[in-house]
């Protein structure tokens, strides 16, 4: 290998003995391919004891520039030499200088191998990475609520991996934080758990609702002079901010009233006075019917001329179960 020969080389270069460099050698070759140190059963003398003091220290250290002493000093022993500790330092760098070198070559390998050697191929190696990250995430969405997938997945798998990379690091950092709490919030969901999130959501809803319920009382209270007074007494019998002030079941059962009581008052009106009404059944549907209701006015008295008042026990019935904390008898509005 291109590192033993290199070592041979340096070391004789720097003045070691031949078997002092055959067995060095053959320790770095032995941890690196078995990861097992030298026997030194058949050893002696200054070998001997070169390879005990590094095998004390290790070979892997070795690799990481703690040599033993004992390798210039022993070689000084078997050439029977007095030597010096700068000549060792000396010698102790040639071998570390060796050693760091190739194993510098070998890190500038791994690192254009896994990072690329010009920069198109890193940034291409580092969406491979980005969108690996990616695709993990994707695996992860069947864990999550509905409503945490939509905020998560808005875009599919393949735009994902076709965002600029910017994007790809804010999703992925986005990703990184939100998809455990969704996780989280599955499990709780799945437990039976009561989500805050699910709290406020009913909370708005109910909200929503009472604004809606008070956006029809307001409309029906528009329609009041469409009806005649004795019908006004029954419907508008509380004031309107007693009725805004009813709890949601007494309203929308107020509202249910009128809807089904407004109608027939207003044809009862127009059978008696011949006049044409203002009231359509859709009063409650929305605000542009409301305005087609206001360009209707010039409908003909004919079109209500086959409208009579309701005398029927059933209808009064009908009326009756609707009727909700007012003073008039509803049965006397239709005996006249």
């Known amino acids: 290998m291109e590192l033993f020969s290199a070592l041979a080389t340096n070391m004789e270069e720097a003045g070691f003995d031949d078997v002092m460099t055959e067995t060095f050698v053959e320790g770095v070759t032995q941890w690196i391919l078995e990861g097992d ?5 058949n050893m002696e ?4 004891v070169a390879v005990e003091s590094q095998q004390a220290i290790g070979w892997g250290p070795l690799m990481r520039g ?11 022993k078997l050439q029977d030499y007095e030597i010096d500790v700068p000549q060792v330092r000396k010698m102790h760098r040639a071998i570390l200088k060796t050693l760091l070198d190739f194993f510098l070559e070998r890190w500038k390998c791994r690192n254009k191998a896994l990072h690329g050697g010009t920069t198109e191929e890193q940034q291409q190696i580092l969406r491979v990475k980005r969108n690996m990250a990616i695709d993990k995430i994707w695996d992860l969405r069947d864990k999550m609520l509905p409503r945490d997938q939509a905020i998560l997945f808005c875009r599919t798998q393949q735009q994902t991996h076709e ?6 690091r804010n999703w992925i950092a986005f990703a990184s934080v939100f998809v ?7 499990e709780a969901h799945s437990a039976g758990q009561t989500l805050i999130t699910d709290f406020f959501q009913t909370r708005r809803e109910a909200q929503d609702q009472a604004h809606q319920r008070q956006k029809e009382i307001a409309r029906i209270w528009k329609a009041k002079q469409s009806i005649s007074t004795e019908d006004q007494e029954v419907l508008y019998s509380s004031p309107k901010d007693d009725i805004m ?3 949601p ?4 059962l107020w509202i249910d009233f009128a809807a089904a009581f407004l109608p027939l008052a207003q044809a009862r ?3 008696k006075t011949g006049e044409t009404g203002t009231f359509k059944e859709s009063y409650l549907s929305t605000e542009e019917d409301e305005d087609d209701e206001e360009n209707s006015e010039t409908t003909t008295t004919e079109q209500h001329s086959n409208l009579e008042a309701p005398d029927d026990d059933n209808d009064l019935a009908d009326l009756q179960q609707y009727k909700y904390g007012f003073s008039e008898d509803v049965e006397t509005l239709y005996n006249g």
């Open 45 to 48: 003398g200054p070998i001997a």
């Open 163 to 168: 965002m600029t990379t910017s994007q790809q």
């Open 66 to 76: 703690f040599i033993s002493q004992h390798w210039a000093i022993q070689n000084a």
């Open 245 to 247: 002030a009813l709890n």
């Open 180 to 186: 455990p709490k969704a996780i989280t919030r599955k």
């Open 269 to 271: 009106k127009d059978a």
């Open 249 to 252: 079941e007494e309203q929308q």
């Open 37 to 41: 140190p030298l026997d030194t059963t």
